[in-house]
């Protein structure tokens, strides 16, 4: 076979029904990406005789005699196509992973198609970005700012990654050829709850190419948690690598090592597995009821931090500041409802997966997808019983993650497998195996009940919260406690009462993800205050700003926190309002509507803690080079959320340098220090400070030798334009460099923190919306953002998170649901029947800053990963309720859903 990949000729014979996407990838084609295999997602686009195809779902014969261009070939002789220079400007892309395939498909529209994006880009998703930056590369609309030495800081500078990730060049977790690799495929139960009595190995082993079958009788027994945070007592012990009870329709039951993947998977369905099958709860309202099957009765409080595991609850969370019953009857507006939220998933383009192997000294490498590799070495460590210096895990660039990646759902695998084999060992899960393997957002069921007085004061806020955790507690706690927690604490109000619990089932567990349970918790609150507001005629933002803490308010929510480090680093929520309120006060347009839609507005509100509770961790080292320029060493991983780029701003700026000298490394255990993660709005915040803390470390050092070299006192000395200055003498960074090195010295300096204080950042939602009451349609006619993300490290960037939280958040709220049938099994495993928010689907969202300073946060700068996301869905139904008269307590807002009510009112 002869195939022109391109402008280059292969003789290369693909293997029978292989793929083109699998073929161009091991012929080193590595811009190629896999996001479904089913031709949903357009990770995977090349142009095939120019015209954009699914190489995942195009076989690879039939290519022969054809010219193939992956974005590798893109640019002329190597460089930088014109289309791909546009992507850089507008910086079109936050983790890039779909970057590849979006800008061949989009090189490939003609003037026509260009005007109708949404239908010419309905083949290409994007999880990050929101399409809005992609519409500006269209456009051939510049974002990014040029910045002078030592003003890099608050400007919108480009991702240092990015002319890779244009080019293809950026290596993600898969992006490399290991000689002698094996392949893992994981056999997955059947069953929702069973014990398996016996596995027998014998027809696998006998496959061509197998190498190993791993079950739970050749894994540790070690229990632990795959939810990783600093402190393991947050979660609950209640997993195993491999286990004999099998509590989910999906858990891993087997391993099967092979030279292939069709031997691994040949190979899984030869296993013969006995079960012997037990009862299962699979609605967490019957798994908490009396006489329920018990789905972790082993497990303990005391030793396995399970809160009750004989009534299936792994955590819970009972206070009450007053008395919210009197007050409550002694109110002058009382409301109450019961609202409902459903499961979501991360569908972060690149699945969970991972490469192994051990080396000639002994020590355990672990390549991932993960958002926390200094965690999953810490548990990989203790459940292999290994020293930690002999186990080393780190990451490339991620292709997205919103939380799903701050878990351990492959490393421990590869790991066993590595050590069992002694070759290296690959694992990268499927898509369907991303839907009914991993985790989602927790679904809840929220009673809330709240009152007011005559003035729109509030009296009383109560909560009842039920989370469905899933078969596992992995999050279960943090996110309970959470969700019950900033969602009341940003109001005042006298008298609060939370009773929150969280149920094991028998479903696909849920964990970490954006937002972390505010999101599902603000829809019940903010409808309480819209409904207040309606039965006291106050205006919903005026109702806000009558309630709201203010600097020098306590921020509570029953029972009493342990933990006492959240202070006010800046204050903005009062300007978030009324910037949406100008926004969406502004002159509407005519909308072109016909009398069966009925437009509303809706407002919602979010306060966040930007670092989690009981400390996160965060070391950098900064050292000066030879050639004036810097090399900078951070933990944190780069998975769209644009932490690389803050991380070289804020050195440059504390060292009076340019960006493009500050050299990264980052996301390797192998590098020294230590870094909790990227995860609970801490990339910039935690890990930040303590590249501010190095750099100015550093900067001081500079200015003492400068002083050292003109005999003069180091307070007199400054720097500025990469050149130091001590009265008239001047010396460059590389002069310097050079004298310390004569010196037998290095400047280098290292800085850390420990994630506390923590400040709060906020946001603030606008929505005007249009309801079809004949067909239950839901338009976004306008969509606003404010937020007070302190001073802004990088603007673009920031617009970008905001846009990207907004866009995810809708499809949330509109149709994006993993649906589950009564025996526990996924029925929807797959993009085309999940709904991700396409280019058509996402309206554009203006965003505003407040403008503040954060005493605490890394140069003024709080998070602003995470809050985005949360007061969209309680947002969007208030806006919902107001152009209806109808009040909908349950997502998602699908046309179907809305549709019996609707017609009810209006026939």
């Known amino acids: 076979m002869s195939i022109e990949i391109n402008g280059r000729t292969f003789a290369e014979t693909p293997r029978p029904g292989q793929c083109l996407r699998t073929f161009l990838r091991e012929l080193g084609q590595f811009g190629v990406k896999k996001g479904c295999d089913a031709g949903d997602c357009g990770a995977c686009t090349v142009l095939l005789d120019g015209e954009p195809v699914h190489s995942c779902v195009i076989p690879a014969f039939r290519a022969e005699g054809r010219a193939v261009t992956t974005i590798e070939g893109f640019g002329s002789e190597g460089g930088t196509h014109s289309l791909q220079q546009a992507f850089l400007d507008a910086q079109g892309f936050q983790c890039g992973f779909c970057t590849a395939g979006m800008i061949l498909t989009c090189a490939s529209l003609n003037q026509a198609q260009r005007q109708e994006l949404g239908v010419a880009l309905k083949g290409n998703i994007c999880r990050c970005t929101g399409y809005r930056s992609i519409q500006?590369?269209?456009?051939?609309?510049?974002?990014?700012?040029?910045?002078?030495?030592?003003?890099?800081?608050?400007?919108?500078?480009?991702?240092?990654a990015g002319p890779l990730v244009v080019r293809g060049a950026a290596p993600y977790t898969f992006d490399i050829a290991l000689d002698r690799l094996l392949h893992i495929k994981l056999l997955r139960s059947p069953h929702p709850h069973a014990r398996i009595i016996g596995i027998d190995k014998a027809a696998a082993l006998a496959v061509p190419g197998v190498h190993a079958v791993l079950t739970h009788e050749d894994a540790p027994k070690i229990l632990f948690s795959t939810a990783r945070h600093e402190r393991d007592w947050m979660d609950p012990d209640d997993t195993r690598v491999l286990d004999d009870t099998v509590r989910f329709i999906g858990q891993k039951v087997a391993a099967v090592v092979a030279e292939t993947e069709a031997a691994a998977e040949e190979g899984c369905r030869r296993l013969k597995v006995d079960y012997d099958i037990l009862p299962a709860a699979t609605d967490p309202a019957l798994a908490i009821a009396p006489g329920a099957p018990v789905i972790h009765g082993d497990k303990t409080a005391e030793i396995h931090r399970v809160s009750n595991a004989a009534r299936n609850v792994v955590a819970e969370k009972h206070g009450e500041f007053g008395d919210v019953a009197s007050a409550l009857a002694s109110s002058t507006a009382i409301y109450e409802g019961t609202f409902t939220t459903h499961r979501v998933q991360h569908a972060a383009l690149e699945t969970h997966g991972g490469l192994a192997w051990i080396d000639a000294g002994g020590l355990l490498n672990v390549r991932s997808s993960t958002q926390v590799p200094f965690l999953i070495r810490r548990s990989l460590a203790q459940i292999f019983d290994r020293p930690l210096d002999k186990v080393r895990v780190f990451c490339e660039r991620v292709g997205g993650g919103f939380g799903g990646k701050q878990e351990m759902f492959v490393e421990d695998i590869l790991a066993l497998a590595a050590i069992a084999t002694g070759r290296p060992v690959k694992l990268e899960f499927t898509r369907e195996?991303?839907?009914?393997?991993?985790?989602?957002?927790?679904?809840?069921?929220?009673?809330?009940?709240?009152?007011?007085?005559?003035?729109?004061?509030?009296?009383?806020?109560?909560?009842?919260?039920?989370?469905?955790?899933?078969?596992?507690?992995?999050?279960?706690?943090?996110?309970?406690?959470?969700?019950?927690?900033?969602?009341?604490?940003?109001?005042?109000?006298?008298?609060?009462?939370?009773?929150?619990?969280?149920?094991?089932t028998n479903t696909v567990p849920a964990g970490a993800f954006r937002?972390?349970?505010?999101?599902?918790?603000?829809?019940?609150?903010?409808?309480?205050?819209?409904?207040?507001?309606?039965?006291?005629?106050?205006?919903?933002?005026?109702?806000r700003r009558r309630n709201i803490v203010k600097p020098g308010d306590a921020m509570l929510s029953p029972p009493p926190s342990q933990y006492h480090d959240v202070f006010y680093g800046s204050y903005g929520l009062d300007q978030c309002l009324d910037l949406v309120e100008r926004a969406m006060s502004a002159e509407r347009p005519d909308y072109g509507l016909s009398d069966d839609w009925l437009v509303g507005d809706g407002v919602a509100l979010t306060m966040i803690d930007t670092v989690p509770p009981a400390g996160h961790l965060s070391d950098s080292t900064i050292t000066l080079r030879d050639d004036g320029g810097f090399e900078l060493t951070v933990g944190t991983a780069e998975f769209g959320n644009g932490t690389s780029t803050v991380h070289r701003q804020i050195a440059a700026t504390a060292l009076a340098t340019t960006v493009d000298r500050i050299s990264?490394?980052?996301?390797?255990?192998?590098?020294?220090?230590h870094d909790t993660g990227a995860y609970g709005s801490a990339g910039t915040f935690v890990a930040g400070r303590a590249t501010q803390a190095a750099a100015e470390q550093l900067a001081d050092g500079i200015k003492a030798l400068a002083a050292e070299l003109s005999n003069a006192a180091a307070s007199s000395c400054i720097i500025e334009n990469e050149t130091a200055i001590c009265g008239s003498e001047r010396r460059s960074f590389s002069e310097l460099a050079s004298a310390a090195r004569t010196k037998g010295r290095?400047?280098?300096?290292?800085?850390?923190?420990?994630?506390?204080?923590?400040?709060?950042?906020?946001?603030?939602?606008?929505?005007?919306?249009?309801?079809?009451?004949?067909?239950?349609?839901?338009?976004?006619?306008?969509?606003?953002?404010?937020?007070?993300?302190?001073?802004?490290?990088?603007?673009?960037?920031?617009?970008?998170?905001?846009?990207?939280?907004?866009?995810?958040?809708?499809?949330?709220?509109?149709?994006?649901?993993?649906?589950?049938?009564?025996?526990?099994?996924?029925?929807?495993?797959?993009?085309?029947?999940?709904?991700?928010?396409?280019?058509?689907?996402?309206?554009?969202?203006?965003?505003?800053?407040?403008?503040?300073?954060?005493?605490?946060?890394?140069?003024?700068?709080?998070?602003?990963?995470?809050?985005?996301?949360?007061?969209?869905?309680?947002a969007l139904g208030n806006a919902i309720a107001n152009a209806t008269g109808i009040r909908f307590t349950s997502t998602p807002f699908k046309p179907d859903r809305l549709f019996p009510a609707l017609h009810e009112k209006f026939g």
């Open 433 to 504: 195996e991303q839907f009914i393997a991993t985790s989602t957002r927790h679904p809840m069921r929220v009673t809330v009940k709240a009152g007011a007085d005559s003035d729109g004061k509030l009296t009383a806020l109560q909560l009842d919260v039920l989370s469905n955790t899933g078969a596992y507690g992995n999050h279960a706690g943090p996110v309970l406690f959470h969700a019950v927690s900033e969602c009341i604490s940003v109001y005042n109000c006298p008298n609060k009462k939370v009773d929150a619990v969280a149920a094991y």
């Open 664 to 673: 990264l490394r980052q996301s390797d255990t192998a590098l020294g220090g």
């Open 515 to 543: 937002g972390y349970g505010l999101p599902q918790t603000l829809f019940a609150v903010e409808a309480a205050i819209d409904e207040l507001a309606r039965q006291l005629g106050i205006d919903p933002f005026e109702i």
């Open 746 to 874: 290095v400047l280098q300096a290292s800085g850390n923190s420990a994630g506390t204080p923590r400040s709060v950042a906020f946001n603030v939602q606008g929505f005007r919306v249009a309801v079809n009451k004949g067909t239950g349609e839901v338009r976004i006619l306008k969509s606003v953002q404010a937020a007070d993300a302190g001073r802004v490290a990088n603007p673009m960037q920031c617009r970008g998170q905001i846009e990207g939280g907004v866009a995810q958040s809708l499809g949330a709220a509109l149709y994006e649901e993993l649906l589950i049938d009564d025996s526990g099994r996924v029925i929807n495993p797959t993009f085309r029947d999940y709904h991700l928010p396409s280019f058509a689907d996402v309206p554009r969202t203006e965003v505003y800053f407040a403008e503040t300073s954060d005493a605490i946060g890394p140069m003024g700068a709080k998070s602003m990963s995470e809050s985005p996301y949360n007061p969209v869905t309680a």
């Open 136 to 160: 500006d590369a269209m456009d051939g609309k510049s974002n990014v700012e040029d910045a002078a030495a030592g003003g890099a800081f608050g400007r919108s500078l480009p991702a240092p």
